[in-house]
């Protein structure tokens, strides 16, 4: 019979130790049995996982018994110590959880109110940078309106400027065009009595030069149309002419349009003398001048498109009136310039309402100045040298003697300069029907057919004076390259002559390359493009 020990349940309840040492006590007593037939077992059964079992009915002394109590004693001690501890490490556990859950509450709490902190300084913040937004959006609106201000009454007074200065103008005009009048009606008072007599002189003379024009226009007509080579240099009762064959050909074609459809002595025509009139008294109150531009482009497009007159008729009559303004105004005045510059605004305009009027204008311009082909006649003798050859190159005959190599030069210089200006010319939505297109023609052309002469020297200086900055502002490096061959080859061919005159032409182009004009605008031409622009095209 085995009794185990102590349960720990019986243990915590039992308060009172007396009762707990009574009851040790009787069991201690009562153990003694004499069972000697009964052994013992052999393993040892664990009290309470701690105290050695032992057999109630063994003999045991009194010593062992009060150790056996001890140690029960002390066991029961170290377990309720154990427990305390466990209750109290328990009790700190629950508190750290406690104090865990609170500190992570706090911090959760903190974090919100960090983020409501942020969320209300990011508010204000984008509060404030609305406003100094606004406030820098109104300046600059305000800032935007001040100046509107005053560009506004820059541009209104400008315009009164303006205004007045036309006003001025147009009285001046008005003067000067009243005091010419008298001028003309004395003139005429003083020169009525010598047209009669003058009358017959003037109509033989008339009908020799009209017979010379043809004779030269035949010459030449033969000389533009019979060439040889391709680099068209022909010989022709040893006269050798220079030229591209395209521009020789192009010359041909406007000779034989003005010869097929006007008819001879137009001018002298008494059905077309009032076309003429008309057109000849527009073109005479040319101006370089806006008013004046547009006014006269209005009255000449008007009279082009008359049903009485022919369109042949009236565009030749057109295209003489035009380029005859080299001689009846002052060539060698400054002012031609601009009075060019004019006529080029003009001849667009017509042209561009009137497209038929170019090739007549383009025939009128070969007519009177073979450089604005280009070709060049050259005489390879002395007697070839005679009447004829100047007829053809373009010297002008009066009273039975042609004109001075100085006049004939200064007249090629005027034409080719009244063609440049034309071909320059341009306006805004209007489209040119012979511009700086066929300019960059003529001047290839020019530089690769023609000799280096006093006259082609003339004629290429007062090109690129008109038209250089224009092409160099659209050819750019293309153009420098013709100045290249005109300063590489051009003018050491020309330097070999050695005249006066080839001097001057010499110093004239050596001028424009070295002073680089052609980044310069001529003058009159700015000043006529803006206005036009301004006040007559926008």
Known sequence: MRVDGYDEDDLEDEDDGTSAGKSRALMAKGARFSCNDLQSSDSEDELDGQVTPYNLMEKRDLAKS????????????????????LALLEVCHQNEIHRTISAFA?????????????RRLDVHFQRRMAEVLDKHLSMVQRDHEQKSQIVE?????????????????????????????QQEAEARQKEAAKLAAEARK????????????????????????????????????????FGVKYALEAESRRYALVQNQVPENIHHNKE????????????????????????????????????????????????????SIVKSRNTKDRTFGNLAFACGYVMLLVTNQVPDAMDYLL??????????????????????????YYRLIGYQEENGQFESTESYLTYVVAYVKLYAAMIQTEIKGVRHPHGLAEGWKWLAMFLNSLPATTA???????????????????????????????????????????????AEAVNNLQNYLNDKIYLEEPEGQYLVQQLLSKELFM
């Not at 007509?221 to 040889?228: E, K, L």
């Not at 061959?485 to 051009?490: A, G």
């Open 456 to 502: 082609t020297a003339c004629a290429l200086h007062a090109f690129l004076k008109m038209a250089g900055f224009a092409l160099h502002k659209k050819y750019g490096s293309q153009f420098m390259k013709i100045l290249y061959v005109i300063s590489r080859y051009f003018l050491p061919a020309l330097k070999e002559q050695g005249n006066k005159m080839q």
């Open 272 to 323: 077309f003398s009032k076309y003429d009139r008309q057109i000849a008294k527009s073109i005479s109150k040319l101006m370089p001048t806006t008013d004046s531009v547009r006014a006269r482009a209005s009255e000449l497009i008007k009279a082009l498109d008359g049903q009485d007159c022919p369109r042949p008729i009236s565009c030749c009559l057109f295209a003489n009136k035009i380029i």
């Open 66 to 85: 009060i150790l056996l109590e001890l140690e029960s004693e002390h066991h029961l001690k170290v377990q309720e110590e154990v427990r305390s501890k």
């Open 106 to 118: 706090r911090l959760q709490k903190y974090a919100e109110s960090r983020k409501e902190i942020d």
């Open 202 to 241: 003037t109509a033989f003379e008339a009908a020799k030069k009209e017979a010379a024009e043809k004779q030269a226009a035949k010459l030449r007509d033969a000389a533009a149309t019979s060439q040889s080579s391709p680099d068209l240099q022909n010989n022709i009762a040893d006269i050798k002419v």
């Open 363 to 388: 025939a009128e311009f070969n007519r009177v100045c073979i450089y604005t082909v280009p070709k060049h006649l050259h005489a390879l003798n002395a007697e070839a040298r005679n009447r004829d």
């Open 153 to 181: 009454r820059r541009i209104r007074d400008d315009a009164a400027l303006e205004e007045a200065k036309r006003k001025e103008q147009a009285v001046k005009e008005e003067k000067l065009r009243q005091e010419r009048a």
